[in-house]
Nanobody
């Protein structure tokens, strides 16, 4: 069983930045691929970014490429999402997810564990 706790959300103006963190439990963190998803009011949950267990491979949604960066520190059992040049359309609850395989997955159904989410609000 893996527990995930997100932090770092908040209110920011358009063009600003935030850094989200996801602290995980478990001794085999490096064997899990990790992902970030988001869900805006009235919309379905959507893929944002993913990183392989080793951290060597990453994948991003087209809407965030060049603005968001996913990274992980396996020693700290933490995954991060750096959000730069934020836009009002980025407003959503951001969820961290863990997958019981090391390879990247962009579909939410491929993840086994989810955090509670952290709210990101971008004002125009």
């Amino acid at each position: 069983q893996v527990q995930l706790v997100e932090s770092g959300g908040g209110l920011v103006q358009a063009g600003g930045s935030l850094r989200l963190s996801c602290a995980a439990s478990g001794r085999t963190f490096s064997s899990y691929a990790m992902g970030w998803f988001r869900q805006a009011p009235g919309k379905e949950r959507e893929f944002v970014a993913a990183i392989s267990g080793s951290g060597l491979r990453t994948s991003y949604a087209d809407s965030v490429k060049g603005r968001f960066t996913i990274s992980r520190d396996n020693a700290k059992i933490t995954v991060y999402l750096q959000l730069n040049n934020l836009e009002p359309e980025d407003t959503a609850v951001y969820y961290c997810a863990a997958r019981e395989l090391a390879g990247i997955q962009t579909a939410a159904a491929g993840y086994n564990y989810w955090g509670q989410g952290t709210q990101v609000t971008v004002s125009s």
